[in-house]
């Protein structure tokens, strides 16, 4: 048997024993706070349904893809492209100068009449006039005629061996002819995949911290590596997400601006030759033979010529330098200050996006004397903006997106999501909102533009929902002029995989579409981010058209 005394010493080392371990438990855990505490406050708090993200999980894709969303990125996949050779060769490449067109001719030798489908069979070749093997080239084509100010985008089928064939509607009488693009070579679209997949982050952004006269610079993204501590901005409403490195020695809630930081042009040896603009880049393909047909009018009881290949579609064409709608609403032309203030009064026009749709601000503004800005002394590049015209009660609003953004320093509290802003909004028949929003999300992963539009797309029905009668404009995404800088972060190849995807996101909704993509495709004027003054009168003219919707007849 223990005795007493026994039974005492051998209590006095477990509670020694225990107290220890206790006090070890405690000190790690206090440890710990201090470490993270910093990480765990953040300027705009996460929603119950967000996790706070610890540094070991975070990178571009913050969760798992959803059916749908699988869906939609299979439905805009793009044909598989070769394999590049080490070094890169051209003599492989597809070569716009060795390549040709060839107008197919109307079948039985009758003429083309209006209303006709016109075909086009283009030949892909290398740079040593070889016919290439595979598909993979990003083509476009139109069908105009300068002097008449007419034109129509045509739509192109790849047939996955080398061949492509664009088809178009004859619309109007007189000539036409056949222009087709290479914008970039099955080789150039390898190149852009891979930086997407390799290098998410590659445009960056930074962030100021001031607290008095400490202030600090980080990095910010949606696609940090985990190498230090981070803020996380995480919207509490959309769920989007957004990080800074921490700084050192302030609180996450000093930040005060955002800005874009640089871009990292991390391109593999002669990669760079891909992306020559005049060589293999933005090129036009010459015609094996004539590149024009001469359209008769429809005659009647006259059977149509259509396409075997592919129906092409297009939404409308200009024709005389305005835009005429192939269905749908009537495009009327608003040509005058008195005509656009009637159709705005009692209005309030809403644009929500990026600086294509303050394109439309600023024409506004500069078409509508009445129609005056008040200063808001916001930035030019970013807003927000506001014009009134009291005597029609007119007032017309535009901010920006918020973040991926490329714009100068932004004050935090101006970053402002769509979604947020949608459903503030009490929406009303005298109310326009038009959303705009592509062009800074090109170098991220797509999946990252779908969830922002996923989360733009549930607004809209909120707002809908609570007020039918607002009217809902989407505006989609244009092509551009295209350097070596401005392709590997903005080409026309990712801007036509984030159209697609708003296409279909928007599809089946009670909203409008401004074919940005077709209009400037279809314009003479030469393509460019910020197109010239007459496309953009021809987008605000159906805007307008949407707005007062004219009764025929």
Known sequence: METEAGKW?????????????????????V???QRNINVLKFQNKITPTTPVPNRQHINCSHQQLSPEERRLLDSIAWPETPRLPVPISLSTASDPAHSTFTIL?????????????????IQICDFQGRPKQFGGDFLVARLHDPELGAGVAGRVVDHLNGSYTAVFPLLWEGQAQV????????????VLR????????RVYFKSLFQSGSVSETMVCNVCLPPTQPLCNYTD??????????KPKNLRCDT?????????????????????????NMKVFISASGSDNVTVLPKEQGQPEVKSSTVKPEPVGYYYQGAWRALGGTTVHQFNNPSAISQCLTDKVVHLHGDSTIRQWFEYLNSVLPDLKEFNLHSRRQNGPFMSVDMARNILVKFSCHAPPLRFSSIPTNELHYIANELDRLVGGSNTVVVIGIWSHFSTFPIVLYMRRLQSIRRAVLRLLNRAPGTLVVI?????????????????DWYSLQRDKVLRATFKGLNVRLVDAWEMSLAHHLPHSLHPQTPIIKNMIDIVLSYTCPQKNG
């Open 9 to 29: 010493r051998k209590f006095s080392v477990y509670r020694f024993k225990y107290s220890a371990l206790f006090l070890l438990l405690v000190v790690s855990t």
């Open 31 to 33: 440890f710990f706070l």
């Open 105 to 121: 001719p109307v079948r039985a030798g009758g003429q083309w009449h209006v209303g006709d489908e016109l075909e086009a069979l």
């Open 179 to 190: 222009e087709v693009t290479l914008v970039h070579s099955s080789e150039a679209i390898t």
């Open 194 to 201: 891979r930086l997407t997949t390799e290098q998410p982050g």
């Open 236 to 245: 509490l409403h959309t769920g989007e997400p957004w990080f800074c490195y």
């Open 255 to 279: 930040r005060i601006n955002h800005y874009k930081g640089g871009f990292m042009q991390n391109l593999m040896t002669k990669e760079d030759t891909l992306f020559q603009s005049g060589v």
């Open 475 to 491: 505006r989609t995404a244009n092509l551009k002029a295209l350097t070596l800088s401005e392709t590997l972060t903005n080409s």
